[in-house]
Structure formats: C-alpha cells, structure tokens
C-alpha cells in the first residue's frame, strides 16, 4: 500500500478507536482509556488531517473543537413536534394520572392484568435538543424552541463528546431524531465556573444556566471548551429507507435500549413501574438519592411502557396524556434580597446575613441566608436590593448562589461592613478585622452578650457539657436579664428562680437543675472544648486532655509545650495561649472550680493504651504536674507506678530534687525522662 494508503488506513482506525473510547465513557460510564492515551490518539488523527485537508469530514473526532463562529443561529422546523409535559406536585396527583390511564386502556381492551406498567426516568435540569441522524450520521442538532421551530445549534452539539457522530451497528434507520437533555455536572460546573473567574470570565448561578449559555453560544469553539453532557429520553421522526415511519420497538423501555445499542448515551436510571404505587416509590427513592446524583434534577417523568398504548391515550394541547412530571420542591428560586445585616457568633465574628423576602425553596420557607463574609459578597457580587437566586438543596442550609443582574434598577446598594457596623451591632465594642482575614471580629470576647450567648449554648450542647434543656430562648432571657454573666453563673441557678421563666414549670426547672448537676463532673476534654478556645475542636481537646492530664497544667503550658501536643499548629497552640493569658477566662475557670465543677482526666480506650503493661516510677517535683496527676495519667495510659526501681522499671519520670532512685536507674540504665518526656510518651494515646 502507498503511504498515503497506510495514513488513510490509520485515520481512520483512529476515528473508530477515539469513537468508541467516547462511547465508552459517556454512553457505559465505563471509560478504557486513561486521558493521556486518549490525547495521543487524538493528536495522532490532528497529524495525518493537518496532512491531509482533504480528508477531512465532519463526523470526524478532531471536528469537536468547533467550527467558525455564525452570525445567528438558523431556525429549524421539527419533523415531529417536541411536545412539553403536564407537571404534578402531590401524590394525588399522581393516583389521578395513573386512575385517569389505565380507565382509558381499560376501555380500549389494553390492560389485561389491570395495572399500567410505566418507564419512569429522572426529569433533567438541563435544554431539550433535537438530534436529527440521516444514514447514521448526525446531520441537525436543534434546542426545542416553541416545540415546532427551534435554533439551529449543529455546530455547538457538534463538539460535545457524548453526541455520537455516527451511530453504531447495522440497525441505524435511515432516518432517526433523538430527543434528549444538553446539561452539565455540578462537579464540572464548579471546575469551570472557578476557572472561569480565575481568568475574569463570565461565571454561571448554576449548571442549568451553564449549559443554556454554552449551547447557545455563537462560537462553537467556545462551546467546545464547556463540559456539556447529553441524555437521551425520546424520539421524534423515525424512518425507513422508503421514506416510511417506523417503531423499531413496541414499549419505551425497549426503545431507550436500542437507542443504546446505537450508541447513544440514555437517561441513566430509569425503571419500570408498575401502577401508580410503583411510580410513588420511584418518587420516593430518587428524591432521597437526589443530593447524590452528580447532576442536577427538578423531578421524575413517568411514561407508559406500551407505545399502542400511548397511541391510544394521545394528546391534550402540547402535552400527552401518556406521561406526566412529577417535580421535586424547587431547589433554587429568586427572591429580593431586603437587608444585609449581621449575626455576632460564638468567637465575635460579624458574620452578613441576608434578609430575604420570604420565599417556598427546596420544601421549607427560606427568610435568611448566610453571606460568609465580605469577600463573599464582593465574590458574589451580591447588593441589597438585587433579586437573587436562593438555593437549598436537602437538608443543606439556604444559601445566596447569586444575583440576578439582569433585573438591577441600579437602585441595589452594595454592602460596606465598615461603613455599617464600624462597632458590634451587639455590645458597642470595637470591631477589627486582621490584615489577610476575611473575618471581622468584634474585640469584647465574652463580655459582649451575643459571644457569651453563642458560648453558653455550645456548652451545653451534648458534645460539651450536655447539658439538656438549656436552650436558645432560656439562654437569651438569662444573659438578657443579666443573671448569667459567665459560664459559672450558670452552677449558681436554682430551680425555684427557674420556674419562674416563661415556659419553665417547676418539673422541668428541677430537671434543667439536674443536668447541671450532671455536668459537674466532665471529662477534661470536653471541658476545654466547652470553654470554647478558638481553633479548639473536639479533637484537640481530648489531644489535650490526654498530654496534660489536668486544667492546671493545659492553662500554664507554654507555646513550645503545646506545640508537643500532636497535630498542634502555631495557630492553635497561640490561641490556647491567647485564652488562657486572658483573666476574665482564668476568672471563669476558678470560678467554676468555686462552683463544684471539677474535671476528670480521662481514660485512654483500651486497645489505645501506650503504657499497658509499663511499670514506671516517679521521682523528685514535676514542673508543672503533681505527684497525683502524673500517677493518674500513667494509670489512665495502661501504666503502673511503682514506689522502687528495679531491672522491670521501664522508665523512671524525675524532677526537681530527685535522689536516690536517679542514681540506681544509672546504675541499671533504666531510661530517665523529664515531665516533656512522660508527656511525649502518653502522646500517641491522641492521636486520633
Ligand atoms: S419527555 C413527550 N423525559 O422536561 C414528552 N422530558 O416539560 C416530552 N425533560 O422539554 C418530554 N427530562 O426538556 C422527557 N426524562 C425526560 C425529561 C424531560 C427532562 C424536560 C424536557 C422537556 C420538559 C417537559
């Protein structure tokens, strides 16, 4: 063979290798190729096309990069009309449709068990196109318009991976329009919106819009660089080589099987059901796998099976009588975004709110979001004033996705934290915010009542104190009326002085007592992590408890010694110190002790223990820790203390003033450690 010959070979092995790699990645979701193969295939087909123009076709491959830019789109009329859907929101709803059906089919002598067998599918958040196939080529790609003219959007389809280009097998009918949903991945819509904004481009609310903006882009090169996405859920014009229409399959299911076997990406998870407590059970579990999906949804569509059927059923006005969506509560709606204003958390952080029209979103009624902070909103670009779009997604809390920037007035005003709160909105006290943070604080710490209050409430939550029945409101009247000050006043209550609160009788006054009582005797971790140190979470405080053993010994720890706690930062070792220098904090520590609240240093799980089976013995004064606490720490560690050394002493801990036994562990060559050493040995018991 010539060489031009062997290259015509080669491009086209290669068209095949790379179409089939495309196929097995979007229509299996079971890729062969790692990307780099994939990228030399690729450059491999560019090289012998750049050699030879000629060969060049449009249902190559390298074609997907985009073609030249188009002045406007052209229109296209449908060969079948692409019809919408009645939608329905209750369970009732759906009874009626399925009673409504199977009375018709009944009638018709087409339902001889008695229950309808549906193909229900998800309802994709994306546009509807139409894919028109001529002798297994793509040759038309169109967005649904009015349902009977439509944009003309070849070129952009053109470039996306998962539209086949040819289709597949010796099936393909001469004629075949595919219908299905262009969207995007919320993961893919992320990573572009991010790179995006990193070169100062334009960014989408959410991948719906993402899309809609990528198809009907008039460079289809742009388009090409989107990561759009097509599923396949119907059809329109199907023809023979005679011109004629044609079913290939008799019930829907089948249908999106053969549109498989073609090569087409179908709509993934779909299901046959039965009656309509099928369908409410498909409702069900994919309104529970929702938040999962990669991509976003606003339903499910329900279709009889039996296509004679859907014959027979036909059409009201532009939707059939056949199916039905059955939506999901919206998870993003737009409201007006009233007011910005500020909540005061737990370590002084001014933290925007924004006030919203009250609006119906993802099953609740949303009146709130938070904004983060500044940067966000500067991120965001979100004023007062703007309609924006309000998500919620689950159980997540409602957020601000963004502005509606086509509905400005110019009347929106945008929001300027240290023009409004130059002091906290709270107690009045200064506000700082360090250079390089995000974060404006408000300085009183404690003495500011939104601090405090915040402090209370997470140490009486269950991981901290647990403390049952301290709520919010109570919280609120008791800072409010100035009878707690401090986390200590809280020890000082009494059950008559409760009752008398609003919605407090005396039962439930006596058991808010007895909680307290309870918590008079907390593990030391989660005392420190009740105190409520900044950076200190529920695992640096039990890191903590275990290296210290003691309140004592955590509070006079230096930076260097809390750096020898394992996974403890600079930061967070300053800001341990920071706490503990403050004597409004060392205040609340001695005055808790004052109110019977003792800690109890904990014991390392079993399984954890570092010193099991260790004899050590203790000798002279320790810096920081008494004889007691250091005995308690080697117990709870798995260790004995032994009064003597001997050749079975594993360590001897010596301290200031130690005698006679430093002597005769030299004399033995037992290993001498000081507190660090005994602390640094006890360690590993937290890591976590
Ligand atoms: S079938 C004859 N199936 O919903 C029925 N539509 O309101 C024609 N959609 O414009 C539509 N997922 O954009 C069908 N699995 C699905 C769908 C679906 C999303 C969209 C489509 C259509 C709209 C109908």
Redesign the pocket.
Known sequence: MSAAGDDRQRLLELREQIAEHNRRYYVEDAPTASDAQYDRLMAALLAIEAAHPDWVTPESPSQRVGAAPLDAFGSVRHAVR????ANAFEAADIEAFDERVAGTLREAGLLPQGVVDYVA????D???VSLRYEGGRLVLAAT?GDGQVGEDITANVRTLRSVPLRLRGDEAPAVLEV?G?VLMTRADFDRMNEAQAAHGGKTFVNPRNAAAGSLRQLDPRVTATRPLRFFA??WGQIRDEAGRDILPRARHGDMLDWLGALGLPV?PGHRLCQGSAGLLAFYADVGAARPSLSYDIDGV?Y?VDDLKSQDVLGFVARA?RF?I?HKFPAQEETTLLEDIEVQVGRTGALTPVGRLRPVFVGGVTVTNATLHNEDEIRRKDVRIGDTVVVRRAGDVIPEIVGPVTALRTGREIEFDMRARYPVCPVCGSAVERPEGEAVTRCTAGLFCPAQLKQTLWHAASRKALDIEGLGDKLIEQLVDGGRVRTLADLYGLTALELSTYPRMGSKSAANLIEAIDQSRRPPLSRLLYALGVRHVGETTARDLARHFGSIDAVMAASEDELLAVPDVGPVVAASIRRFFSEVHNREVVAALRKAGVEPVAEAVPAGEKPLAGKTLVLTGTLPSLSRDEATRMVLAAGGKVSGSVSRKTAWVVAGEEAGSKLAKAAELGVPVLDEAGLRALLAPASAP
Request: no cysteine; proline share 5%; charged share 25%.
């Open positions: 692409m019809l919408s859907l599918e998800y309802k994709f994306g546009i509807a649904r219908r949903e859920y119907g709509s569509v279709k059939p199916a969506a």
